[in-house]
């Protein structure tokens, strides 16, 4: 059974860095791309950044792609995503999800994490 569980998530202030992780439980052949996403308050939930465990195929979000990085470590199973110089309208629910290829990640996720809040105060 695939299990993703998201961590890091916190209050800071703008200018500030934070990095998100996702440990992943249980990987299969849908877990082969790993991404995240995010849904504020009164918004639709947007994909972030994703990619697979190699780091081929990866996207971000035209307004994080200079200051969001994602990365992933096999032996851990963990992927994280690097946020720097947050701004307020980063905040948000950060969802760690998973799929079969890069592309499906983006539009049919097979696999959700919980979610971890990110507040971005000015």
């Known amino acids: 059974q695939v299990r993703l569980v998201e961590s890091g998530g916190r209050s800071v202030q703008a200018g500030d860095s934070l990095t998100l992780a996702c440990e992943v439980f249980?990987?299969?052949?849908?877990?082969?791309?790993m991404g995240w996403f995010r849904q504020a308050p009164g918004k639709e939930r947007e994909f972030v950044a994703g990619?697979?465990?190699?780091?081929?195929?990866?996207y971000y979000l035209g307004s994080v792609k200079d200051r969001f990085t994602i990365s992933s470590d096999n032996r851990r199973n963990t992927v994280y995503l690097q946020m720097n110089t947050l701004k307020p309208e980063d905040t948000a629910v950060y969802y760690c999800a998973a799929s079969t290829t890069p592309a499906r990640l983006r539009t049919t996720p097979a696999h959700w994490g919980q979610g971890t809040q990110v507040t971005v105060s000015s």
């Open positions: 990619g697979t465990w190699s780091g081929s195929g990866i």
């Open positions: 249980g990987r299969t052949f849908n877990t082969a791309a």
